[in-house]
Nanobody
Framework: QVQLVESGGGLVQPGGSLRLSCSASGIIYSINTMGWYRQAPGDGRELVSTISRDGSTNYADSVMGRFTNSKDNAKNTVYLQMSSLNPEDTAYYYC?????????????WGQGTQVTVTS
């Protein structure tokens, strides 16, 4: 199966920046989409950004213009560059992949990484 390993989370002051990384490994036949979701305590998991196989991106309105989603196909890695962070961005961030391992198209999730924005 596909395994996703995330890194880059941490504590940052308002207005600061962080870059999250997520690397996919394992038995990978194909990847259609990679991206990021986030979840704060008491809230549901919400979409942050996705990037498709052709490189097209999609962003939540709340992060558009501040976050940049990119990928390195050779490394099977997706990045989320976050700037102008504010306390509302505090959440547990999850990397995900929509693709194929042994069977049909499925969704795979990383372990998550905490992002905390506070003064």
């Amino acid at each position: 199966q596909v395994q996703l390993v995330e890194s880059g989370g941490g504590l940052v002051q308002p207005g600061g920046s962080l870059r999250l990384s997520c690397s996919a490994s394992g038995i990978i036949y194909s990847i259609n989409t990679m991206g990021w979701y986030r979840q704060a305590p008491g809230d549901g998991r919400e979409l942050v950004s996705t990037i498709s196989r052709d490189g097209s991106t999609n962003y939540a309105d709340s992060v558009m213009g501040r976050f940049t989603n990119s990928k390195d196909n050779a490394k099977n890695t997706v990045y989320l560059q976050m700037s102008s962070l504010n306390p509302e961005d505090t959440a547990y961030y999850y990397c995900y992949v929509r693709g194929r391992s042994y069977g049909p198209v499925d969704d795979f999730w990383g372990q998550g990484t905490q992002v905390t924005v506070t003064s």
